[in-house]
T-cell receptor, first 110, second 111 residues
Framework: DAGITQSPRHKVTETGTPVTLRCHQTENHRYMYWYRQDPGHGLRLIHYSYGVKDTDKGEVSDGYSVSRSKTEDFLLTLESATSSQTSVYFC?????????FGPGTRLTVL | GENVEQHPSTLSVQEGDSAVIKCTYSDSASNYFPWYKQELGKRPQLIIDIRSNVGEKKDQRIAVTLNKTAKHFSLHITETQPEDSAVYFCAAEDNTDKLIFGTGTRLQVFP
């Protein structure tokens, strides 16, 4: 697997609390992505980054923000978690067009 | 924007038979089409990809075909084995270099 890690791997939180997920890469790839995976919806893009401090919105960005202050780290923040944000979150990296996925974070919002 | 449809949503085959999964896309400018395999509880793993300058690509028991005119591409798995059981996702790269994924096909291979 490409050098991608995600933390935490599992998290249970309560509605209204802030949550930050971290994606870390050792491949020095330019592009990084955050997806959420839900039954019946496949993988949907939340936000992506094409360089340090360069980010843009994806298909399902409402309620999420991101930051990338270093090439190797891409953070996804839920400012005030809601039950609809219960999902599995995958980070991906890419040096060109091929994307490689991290191990995922299972987030449960009660 | 790009839209990708994938069929069937579930597919059951006998071990040794072939399996075919089909995807259609809407943006004629798309030129990169990867396929991912995801086993239960694991990350999606790239298994094969194709670019628009070729019509077919093979890797052992797996092949992908692309018909740009009809805007569809297919994954073919021959001589299926139980370890091929997984969810398979197709994707197409849109004109801003993002991947748009299909909704997945759950393949079950019965011994």
């Amino acid at each position: 697997d490409a050098g991608i890690t995600q933390s935490p791997r599992h998290k249970v939180t309560e509605t209204g609390t802030p949550v930050t997920l971290r994606c870390h890469q050792t491949e020095n790839h330019r592009y990084m992505y955050w997806y959420r995976q839900d039954p019946g919806h496949g993988l949907r893009l939340i936000h992506y980054s094409y360089g340090v401090k360069d980010t843009d919105k994806g298909e399902v960005s409402d309620g999420y923000s991101v930051s990338r202050s270093k090439t190797e780290d891409f953070l996804l923040t839920l400012e005030s978690a809601t039950s609809s944000q219960t999902s599995v979150y995958f980070c991906a990296i890419s040096g060109s067009d091929t994307q490689y996925f991290g191990p995922g974070t299972r987030l449960t919002v009660l | 924007g790009e839209n990708v449809e994938q069929h069937p949503s579930t597919l059951s085959v006998q071990e040794g038979d072939s399996a075919v999964i089909k995807c259609t896309y809407s943006d004629s400018a798309s030129n990169y089409f990867p396929w991912y395999k995801q086993e239960l509880g694991k990350r999606p793993q790239l298994i094969i990809d194709i670019r628009s300058n070729v019509g077919e690509k093979k890797d052992q028991r797996i092949a992908v075909t692309l018909n740009k005119t009809a805007k569809h591409f297919s994954l073919h798995i021959t001589e299926t084995q139980p370890e091929d059981s997984a969810v398979y996702f197709c994707a197409a790269e849109d004109n801003t270099d993002k991947l748009i994924f299909g909704t997945g096909t759950r393949l079950q291979v019965f011994p």
